[in-house]
């Protein structure tokens, strides 16, 4: 081969770099302050429901929205320090989307294990569609 990595090989190395939380853990995470942010896209969310107070930024603008320092950056974006649980279906794109903060400086930013879909299968608050 020539150095390059499959999406297997890239996506194992990204998590190695992650504090990933699973549901109940993430579920403490946010009552603790963490800022839960849900990077589905809309069709996912209007079938399968919401998380109550996760923040929803699809994952072409999480970036933008993030940022502290940025000037697209939502509200709650309020420094590189702020602990950040992305979201995705099945906990994918997410780890991909926290290692992508991770450069920006998000040092906190991490991933839901197994995503939206985990959460829901614990038996955690979800809001109707």
């Known amino acids: 081969m020539s150095g390059r990595l499959s999406i297997d090989e890239h996506l194992a190395r990204v998590r190695a770099g992650l504090d990933r939380v699973g549901p109940k853990e993430a579920c403490t ?3 603790d302050g963490a800022l839960p942010v849900d990077i589905r896209y809309a ?3 209007e079938h399968d429901g919401l998380i109550p107070g996760a923040l929803v930024i699809e994952r072409n603008e999480l970036e933008w929205r993030l940022d502290a320092q940025g000037s ?5 974006a309020t420094g590189h320090d702020l602990r950040i649980v992305v979201i995705c279906n099945e906990g994918y794109a997410s780890s991909l989307a926290a ?3 991770h ?6 930013a991490t991933d839901l294990v197994g995503g939206f879909q985990a959460w829901r299968a614990a038996g955690l608050p979800v809001t109707a569609p």
């Open 29 to 31: 995470a946010a009552a």
């Open 43 to 45: 069709e996912l969310r």
């Open 72 to 76: 697209h950056r939502v509200p709650q």
């Open 99 to 101: 290692a992508s903060l």
């Open 103 to 108: 450069q920006l400086g998000l040092y906190r």
